[in-house]
């Protein structure tokens, strides 16, 4: 459809689809490794336990099975696919990138392949850079998927990190529709909402790469100082996000907040208003899953009956940079 003349291109959500690693690792199980109780983690996280990648279950496996099966979920085949990005900070190998190993994994042997790399926010910097080459015709269907093997990344001694996170991957699939009116009530990606503050990078970051020590080193994070970030960033980019459509936050569906901590997800949902029936929350079953973690939540809540089509959801997330963002999408 035309609106004054332009055609308006929405990327339309065509299919969700998620994996995670057979191996559960709860509380208890950690609190045998480093000085933590089950307590402890479940009352300053949320988090009672987390999927442990096995050798078998590396980056690129995840991200193609997720893909698998949100291909399964649109009824599309690989052969749709034009373009693949995954997001993630935890590649099989440093280059070439997850992504043309997911495209040739699932036959789709055409149009860009390339992952990004923007920490815990990966997600919905894919989400946004997907939406960017829909609308400008670059490709018509693109799989965004967000895949993390995490687990490789934590020093296993340090209790304030080790017990934070998890693996997955979670997929998306995304497609050019022309038929756009240009308002709110258009399904498709309304509006995406990037930031970051390169000098607070000091914040989270592995103390290593190919770069300087020659391997990806560990995760460090100042953990204290990211979450009160994350309660401002978190807050701000919804009322950003809010307002760059003209709506109010009781119009909003569903929240699929990152998930780092139930505390910084039970903020942001405050802020809006929302009660937390309408937030979706699998950071108790996932723990952190990095950008892993919002489409691995959508795709729960959208096999699980929950999120429905026509539906009005908010992702927001914060990350190692800093970075953060936000993103409105009528399912
Ligand atoms: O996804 C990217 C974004 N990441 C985040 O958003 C994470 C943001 N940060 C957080 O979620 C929280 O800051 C943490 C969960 C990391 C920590 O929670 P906190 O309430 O800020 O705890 P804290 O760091 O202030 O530590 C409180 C106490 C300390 O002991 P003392 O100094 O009070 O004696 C820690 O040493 O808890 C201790 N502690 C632990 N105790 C048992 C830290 N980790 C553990 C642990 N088990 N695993």
Known sequence: MTSGGNTIIRSVCKGVGSFLPRTVVTNNDL?????????????????????????DETTV??????????????GLNGADI????????????????????????????????????AACCGFVYALSTADSMLKSGLAKRFLVIGAERFSSLLNWEDRTTCVLFGDGAGAIILEADENGTGDNSDRGILSCHLHADGTL???????????????????VMEGQDVFRHAITFMSDIVVETLDANGIEASEIDWLVPHQANIRIIEATAKKLDMDMSQVVVTVDKHGNTSAASIPLALDVAVKDGRIKPGQLLLFEALGGGLTWGGALLRF
């Open 61 to 74: 496996f995840m991200a193609t099975q997720a893909a698998k099966n949100a291909l399964e979920h649109s």
């Open 31 to 55: 609190s045998k490794r480093v000085e933590t109780s089950d307590e402890w983690i479940r009352k300053r996280t949320g988090i009672s336990e987390r999927r442990i990648a096995e050798d």
């Open 201 to 219: 990078r000091n914040l989270l970051y592995t103390d290593g790469g190919a770069g300087t020590t020659k391997s990806a080193g560990h995760v």
């Open 82 to 117: 034009d373009g693949v990005i995954v997001a993630t900070t935890t590649p099989d190998n440093t280059f070439p990138a997850v992504a043309v190993s997911v495209q040739s994994n699932i036959g789709a042997q055409h149009g860009p392949a390339f992952d990004v790399q």
